[in-house]
């Protein structure tokens, strides 16, 4: 306990700076750190180093290394540098490594060195080189930002989303300025340079001199500045060695400190905590580093070897050859508790803890001391805290030891908070770990969320802790297990000295049925590695046909994919296939495929019909389906020709195909309706008036209406017109025309093959109750009864039926007799009736 | 209903290549459209797959029954006859096997599913109904449980759009019964109410605040339903007497019973002459057609011949597709029956199941329909007169000559609980590799559950199926639910088959 606040750092008053070891560094390093370009992602990121850049002195022809190593010195990936000189280099927050060259091509490389893409920084950095480059992250995205060789500044907020911005000119700009930032304001970066004694701030549009408020005199120059993590703040160092650090709108001065050193820093960045007060300012020189703040003193310490900062969101990371260091400030709940000769709850309960170990009575007195200030959950809570904040093991265990120490003598104390506590560190002493290397401290860890802390992992194939992790947050199977899983199978595949059966094996066993797993997608990742057998033998396994189909077009395995279409039932999934496959193929082979695929060719077929009637036409002629031919050119008789030539020529073309189908049926009438066509042109120029596309029937009502007897009655010789349907015809027709004259000469032009039944019908239909008269004496025994029930002659029905001797026309006749006068019919069709049963 | 026709569409819509136009499929499948009555509304399904052989409805049917099971539970019982109705199952089980999901655990709330495709009987659907909604259908059309009643019914000069289900409570006790009960029972109807009206007469202050308040209300209502439905039967006699509707009742039982068929065929020779009706007309062709088991030749070329020349030469495409879909076939004198069964069987060995469309439709049909009425005793035998206002069977909603074949068939194999015993309809019916039955989870079935049933036809079904139904669930103490692709009856039938100028 007593040497435990050691290594804290007073600030001024408030606050205390301590610096710890976070690994020592066995990478084997055989240059120095100055030597190299140097790029540590955030997070506790990993560190890109490239050996030999472009130095004068060397010879040219020795091709520098990229070296990538894990935070904790662990070697990732090693390679050597082909493509042009770089100027600097960065990490996303994807941790993918960006490489700025000489001449503005950005080269983009993974964790584990390979090769992702690469994009330029457009025509005029190409054209004035890259003096400076800086990669940068806002909630945008990672940016990057250029200085050219002719002083002018582009950059892109977001490299996933390329879109390059030229920021204005800085009038009269002779020279490099001494240095420059991004800041990023309202979702928008700008760049703050300095020349001279000037600040210019560089927006979209506009170039403006800025001045920050209460600058000390004498300034004539700015050598280095800094903002910080969280775009907040900007600190300033003079060359008059006064660092003033103020907001980064350059509105309002937080302090100044004058620390009488002259000579540039090498490096100099922010050190502050989220939701702290205090602001500190680390800044470093070939063997110096230098804590300063609102405080007169400032925190020395000495670098023993050369040095590199690491900004983080609640600290500075300082990594040399040999180690690893972290340095922050003192969270509030680890200062109250370990501060010296603290009083604060949280200190009590744990020297409480301590004492109950010891089996001492002392235990009883502290915790009655918190308790009597009714402070205990606040003890409880403070242990909790602290034990996040501290990266030795023991010390969390014994923080936590005594939370839930304290946390017996309380009734309903929520133990979420504690359970979480418990598992996070759990998580984070895992990833911390010096094989694993990544230092991430409580804050950063919440900042980033797991999920991305998982995909980190997943990132660098670390796919058991990775899973043991979700299995131990029991994180659901679908964000967790099986989608980590999933990312394996898709690395998995990549391995290419594995061969096609052994992969999809050992890729089934492992995934199995797990839910949320898509084989589809390992599959399209395994043809993106140009494996497309493996491809296909993954696909098997996945169980929705839906999703097979999709990547064997891409595959141009069309004609598998047909048949999995076809499988499915999905019909609109045959669709999408066929016309991938029309396209594809040509029309030959596409046909041929069709044929062996019924179901295929049924919904082509459908699909024609709507869409592309020819196609239909060629699809029945592969076939020689001469009867579907057939009715093709019928239907374009009527349907697609206009002209009466075109329409006979599709008429004799059905015909023909008809003859061919042996329908000899369809050819016929196909002919007739030729002949009639032809005819009812002739007609429509001798008559006028309208007779093209009647039916033979209808051509000779009208005929019969226009008064043409001797046409109409040629009509229906020529067309073997039954003399059944002519006799209906005519009596219809003359009906209509109310011609009765006429229709009784018809009527008597010889016997109706009908009978008059009809004739009575039609007349009383015109109501012309004495035409109808005429015709009922003429109608056959048979139907005599309801042809005088027509006419409403009930009297003579009645003796008919009587006559007749029929008891369904009695009955008949009888449901007729309604009016008074028909009481007396009534009364003699009951007589008949008796009569008749007496019989 | 237009959105989801242009969802459908999808693969056509691919051709263009618009990537900017994102389709997003509305799942529409199922319509409530009554208490016991889904409907798909797909009336496009009976020509697509009977006559154009097109499967991509199957898929629709099958995720519709997959929406069903994981509303209602798993079905424990399920059987089915037709080829359509196999492979929906059969793709709906697929699906049900992909989705592990929870409603396996499910308990089953529908314990039986019968699927049966509309070409395992056209008989049914071709004969003209008789029942009030089947009369109704056929009048004035129902579209989606709704009717526009013109101003011959509303007796006003504007038409009227009314819905017809079992909200409307004097349509829901008529909606079943056969016509001829119909007018006696909407007077007795007219009585009551009128009855009630006049109790007003005589009741002091508050009584009648009170009859006002609560019961004026309900009368008015009903009153305006009845004195509609009175005028749709006006409308429905009116329209049925001027085309001689006992004439053609007639002839249709004469072509059920299959005796005096000579005299059949000149009548409809006769209304094709006359030019009466084109669908009455093709409706009738095809129902001798089929209880005939294809016409013999000479009538067939005569037959044809007529239509053409009432109607215009187009009808032969008509014909074409009546002949495919097996609806309108000629006699074959050199090929027995067992011939082409034995060819279909060799077929349906095939594995790649999709031949089979196109070699059945290159076969001709054979619909057996006398066989399987005798079988089954369609025709029930009559001592005497067939009371219609106390049916005993189902056949009362053809006036008690014809038992529904389809409603038959399903009363028959819920009784056997399978096709047992039923091998030999099966045999006729040339379905003897397309019926099934599936009773895997017998066992979790309540007999609560087993006494709901849900009856699926694809291709359609008519409201006298329906009633038919209705009357089993009374009689056996079954419910059926419908889930039908669309409801349907002879003129669209016929309808979806012509081919017509545009």
């Known amino acids: ?839 | 209903m237009h959105v989801r026709w242009c969802l459908r569409k999808r693969g056509s819509m691919e051709v263009r290549g618009d990537e900017y136009v994102s389709c997003d499929e509305w799942a529409f499948s199922l319509l409530p459209l009554d208490v016991d009555l889904l409907s798909m509304e797909l009336p496009e399904f009976f020509r697509d797959y009977f006559l154009e052989g097109d499967q991509r409805w199957i898929n629709t049917v099958a995720q519709a029954l997959h929406l069903l099971s994981t509303l209602y539970g798993p079905f424990p019982n399920s059987y089915g006859i037709g080829r359509c109705a196999r492979m929906s199952y059969e793709l709906w089980r697929k699906l049900e096997e992909e989705e592990e999901s929870e409603t396996k655990s499910r308990r089953p709330e529908i314990g039986r599913i019968f699927l049966l495709d509309r070409d395992m009987d056209f008989v049914t659907a071709l004969c003209s109904q008789v029942v009030y909604e089947g009369l109704v259908d056929d009048t004035f059309r129902i579209k989606c449980g709704s009717v526009d009643f013109g101003p011959e019914v509303t007796s006003s000069d504007k038409s009227l759009k009314v819905l017809l289900n079992a909200e409307d409570k004097v349509f829901s006790e008529i909606r079943n019964e056969h016509f001829s009960n119909v007018f006696g029972f909407l007077s007795q109807k007219a009585r009551n109410l009128q009855a009630q009206y006049d109790r007003r007469r005589g009741m002091d202050i508050k009584q009648m605040k009170n009859f006002v308040s609560q019961e004026l209300k309900g009368l008015k209502q009903e009153h305006r339903l009845l004195s509609l439905h009175i005028g749709a039967c006006e409308s429905i006699m009116k329209k049925k007497t001027k085309q001689d509707f006992q004439e053609l009742i007639k002839t249709e039982h004469a072509l059920l019973e299959g005796f005096n068929i000579r005299e059949s065929t000149s009548y409809i020779e006769e209304h094709i002459d006359r030019q009466v009706s084109p669908i009455e007309s093709l409706r009738l062709m095809c129902l001798l057609s089929i209880t005939e088991n294809g016409l013999i030749p000479k009538d067939y070329r005569s037959l044809k011949t007529q239509y053409l020349q009432s109607y215009g030469p187009e009808h032969l495409l008509t014909f074409s597709n009546l002949r495919r879909a097996g609806l309108l076939t000629e006699q074959a004198p050199g090929e027995t029956l067992t011939a082409v069964e034995s060819k279909v069987s060799r077929l349906v060995t095939d594995k790649a199941a999709g031949k089979i469309t196109d070699a059945f439709s290159s076969l001709a049909k054979r619909s057996n329909f006398r066989a399987i009425s005798k079988k089954l005793n369609l025709i029930p035998r009559v001592d005497g007169e067939y009371d219609l206002k106390v049916p005993r069977d189902m056949a009362y909603v053809f006036s008690g000559a014809y038992v529904p074949l389809s409603c038959r068939i399903i009363e028959q194999v819920l009784e056997r609980r399978s096709w047992q015993g039923l091998e030999e309809v099966v045999r006729l019916l040339n379905c003897s590799e397309c019926s099934f039955t599936d009773m895997t989870k017998e066992d979790r079935a309540s007999s609560e559950s087993l006494r709901l049933i849900l009856v699926v036809f694809l291709g359609g079904c008519t409201f006298s199926e329906i009633s038919a139904l209705r009357f089993l669930g009374r009689e056996k103490g079954y419910r059926f639910i419908f889930l039908t692709t669309a409801v349907t009856n002879s003129a669209r039938l016929m309808e979806a088959m012509s081919e017509v100028k545009t």
């Not at chain 1, 140097?38 to 472009?54: D, E, F, Q």
């Not at chain 1, 990057?144 to 800085?170: C, Q, W, Y």
């Open chain 1, 1 to 839: 306990m007593d040497c435990y606040t050691a290594n804290w750092n007073p600030l001024g008053d408030s606050a205390f700076y301590r610096k710890y070891e976070l690994y020592s560094m066995d990478w084997d390093l055989k240059e120095e750190l100055r030597d190299c370009l140097v790029a540590a992602a955030p997070y506790g990121g990993p560190i890109a180093l490239l050996r030999n850049p472009w130095r004068k002195e060397k010879a040219a022809s020795v091709r520098p290394v990229l070296e990538i190593y894990s935070a904790s010195g662990v070697p990732l990936a090693s390679l050597l540098w082909k493509s042009g000189p770089v100027v600097s280099m960065g990490w996303s927050a994807e941790e993918e490594l960006l490489c700025v060259q000489e001449d503005g091509a950005v080269l983009v490389y993974g964790l584990h060195g390979d090769f992702r893409r690469h994009f330029s920084m457009g025509n005029e950095v190409l054209q004035n080189r890259v003096l400076d480059a800086r990669i940068f992250h806002t909630e945008l995205g990672s940016g990057v930002a250029i200085l050219t060789g002719a002083h002018r500044f582009t950059l892109s907020a977001n490299v996933g989303d390329l879109k390059l911005r030229r920021m204005p000119e800085v009038p009269g700009l002779q020279s490099a300025p001494s240095c420059w930032t991004t800041l990023f304001q309202e979702r928008v970066a700008h760049i703050l340079l300095a020349v001279g004694p000037d600040l210019y701030l560089l927006d979209h549009a506009t170039c403006s001199t800025v001045t920050p408020p209460g600058l000390p005199p004498g300034v004539t120059s700015f050598l280095q500045m800094a903002v910080s993590f969280t775009y907040r703040h900007l600190a300033l160092f003079t060359d008059t060695g006064c660092i003033w650090m103020g907001t980064a709108s350059l509105t309002d001065k937080l302090c100044e400190f004058n620390c009488n050193i002259r000579a540039p820093p090498k490096q100099m960045v922010w050190c502050s905590r989220p939701r702290s007060k205090e602001r500190a300012v680390v800044v470093a020189w070939e063997r110096r580093l230098m804590v300063v703040g609102n405080a007169p003193e400032s925190i020395q310490f000495v670098l023993d070897e050369d040095s590199y900062l690491v900004p983080e969101l609640d600290g500075v990371r300082i990594f040399s050859r040999s180690t690893h260091e972290f340095l922050h400030e003192v969270p509030v709940a680890s200062e109250e508790i370990f501060k010296i000769a603290s009083m604060a709850p949280g200190a009590l309960l744990l020297e409480a803890q301590k004492e109950y170990e010891k089996e001492s009575q002392k235990a009883d007195e502290y915790l009655r001391e918190i308790q009597e200030l009714g402070q205990l959950t606040q003890a409880v809570q403070q242990c909790i805290e602290a034990a996040g904040h501290e990266h030795g093991p023991d010390m969390q265990k014994s923080l936590l030891r005594a939370a839930s120490f304290g946390k017996c003598f309380l009734d309903r104390f929520p133990p979420d908070s504690f359970v979480r506590m418990c598992q996070d560190l759990r998580v984070l002493n895992a990833v911390r770990d010096y094989h694993i290397g990544i230092p991430l401290t409580y804050s950063q860890y919440k900042q980033l969320t797991i999920q991305v802390l998982l995909d980190r992992l997943v990132l660098r194939r670390l796919y058991p802790l990775a899973i043991q992790i979700c299995e131990y947050l029991r994180l659901p199977e679908v964000q967790g297990v099986s989608r980590i899983l999933a990312h394996w199978a898709c690395y998995k595949v990549q391995q290419k000295d594995v061969s096609d059966e052994d992969v999809a094996r050992a890729i089934n066993q492992k995934l199995g049925d797990t839910p949320g797993v898509s084989y589809s997608d390992i599959a399209a990742r395994a043809y993106g590695c140009g494996r497309t057998e493996l491809a296909i033998k993954l696909l098997e396994y996945e169980p929705r046909s839906g999703e097979q189909v999709p990547l064997l077009l891409k595959m141009k395995r069309s004609k598998l994919a047909l048949n999995k279409a076809i499988e499915s039932g999905d019909t609109d999934l045959v669709f999408t296939v066929l016309l991938h496959l029309k396209n594809e193929l040509n029309r030959g082979d596409f046909f041929m495929t069709l044929r062996n695929q019924p179901m295929a060719l049924s919904l082509y077929r459908q699909f024609c019909k709507h869409q592309e009637l020819e196609t239909l036409k060629d699809l029945y002629n592969q076939d020689d389906n001469h009867q579907e031919l057939g009715s093709f050119h019928l239907r374009a008789s009527y349907a697609a020709e206009e002209r009466i030539e075109g329409r006979v020529a599709a008429l004799q073309a059905a015909a023909d195909a008809f003859y061919k189908a042996k329908n000899e049926f369809a050819a016929k009438a196909t002919e007739d309706q030729m002949r009639l066509l032809r005819l009812q042109r002739r007609l429509e120029d001798e008559l006028g008036g309208q007779f093209l596309d009647l039916s033979l029937h209808d051509t000779v009502t009208t005929l019969i209406v226009g008064g043409h007897n001797k046409r109409a009655e040629q009509l229906a010789r020529d067309f073997r017109i039954p003399d059944k349907r002519l006799w209906w015809l005519k009596l219809t027709a003359l009906a209509d025309l109310e011609d009765w004259e006429e229709l009784e000469k018809f009527s008597k032009s010889k016997k109706s093959p009908i009978g008059y039944l009809p004739f009575v019908e039609i007349c009383m239909k015109q109501h012309n109750k004495y035409e109808a008269k005429k015709y009922a004496s003429r109608v056959g025994p048979e139907q005599k009864v309801k042809a005088l029930l027509l006419v409403g002659d009930v009297a003579q029905a009645a003796d008919v039926a009587i006559e007749h001797r029929n008891e369904a026309e009695l009955s008949l006749v009888l449901s007729h007799c309604t009016g008074a006068s028909d009481g007396a019919t009534a009364d003699k069709i009951q007589r008949a009736r008796a009569q008749a049963q007496k019989k």
